[in-house]
């Protein structure tokens, strides 16, 4: 079984301060996708990397892959009351047909 | 075009009752999900449809029957339901390959 372990598991910051979320496993992974979810919503795609060291940006989002393809980290700069949600991390394996899911970083930013 | 709809948004049903949940993408995604979700929890996969065809089942209660009437649409047949069965039902599809879009999801409450 494929583990993907997310932190924190809760984050609770003042508006305009920075943040990093972690997900890492021991396991090698095809791709790795972040989504944001809101209450009663479902989750919405943020970002997919796939390259080994990749680094995307989306915004005030920095996303980055892992050299080894088995961590990825999410930071925020300057977070707005507006990035408040559930951060999921999910990763892909080979047959690709299947995500593995961190166990969410629920983020509250404070106005 | 990333969306995949999810009807209804919320459902109230007895323990008696017969309902279904619909989910319809027309991204040409040949794989489709249906996922469980506790509150504060990431969501539990429970089905994949595989170029239509039922491809893994995670071991679900029969009350839960699946059903891809064809590559844009995804059924969930609910049949004589616990109340420990309200949940966010999320339906997701994908290229089989890697990301998958999740819908808005329903909410599901069993009385």
């Known amino acids: 079984t494929q583990l993907l372990e997310q932190s924190p598991q809760f984050l609770s910051i003042q508006e305009g301060e920075n943040l990093t979320v972690y997900c890492n496993s021991s396991s090698v992974f095809s791709s790795l996708q972040w989504y944001r979810q809101e209450p009663g919503e479902g989750p919405v795609l943020l970002v997919t990397?796939?390259?080994?060291?990749e680094v995307k940006k989306l915004k005030r989002l920095t996303f980055q892959f892992g050299d080894a393809r088995k961590d990825s980290s999410l930071h925020i700069t300057a977070a707005q009351t507006g990035d408040t949600g559930l951060y999921l991390c999910?990763?892909?394996?080979?047959?690709?047909?299947?995500?593995?899911f961190g166990g969410g970083t629920r983020l509250m930013v404070k106005p | 075009d990333t969306e995949v709809t999810q009807t209804p948004k919320h459902l109230v049903m007895g323990m008696t009752n017969k309902k279904s949940l619909k989910c319809e993408q027309h991204?040409?995604?040949?794989?489709m999900y249906w996922y469980k979700q506790k509150a504060k929890k990431p969501p539990e996969l429970m089905f994949v449809y595989s170029y239509e065809k039922l491809s893994i089942n995670e071991s679900v209660p029969s009350r839960f029957s699946p059903e891809c009437p064809n590559s844009s649409l995804l059924n969930l047949h609910l049949h004589a339901l616990q109340p420990e069965d309200s949940a966010l039902y999320l339906c997701?599809?994908?290229?089989?390959?890697?990301?998958?879009?999740f819908g808005p999801g329903t909410r599901l409450t069993v009385l």
């Open positions: 997701a599809s994908g290229r089989l390959t890697d990301t998958q879009y």
């Open positions: 991204m040409g995604h040949r794989a």
């Open positions: 990397v796939v390259t080994g060291g």
């Open positions: 999910a990763a892909s394996n080979n047959a690709g047909n299947m995500l593995t």
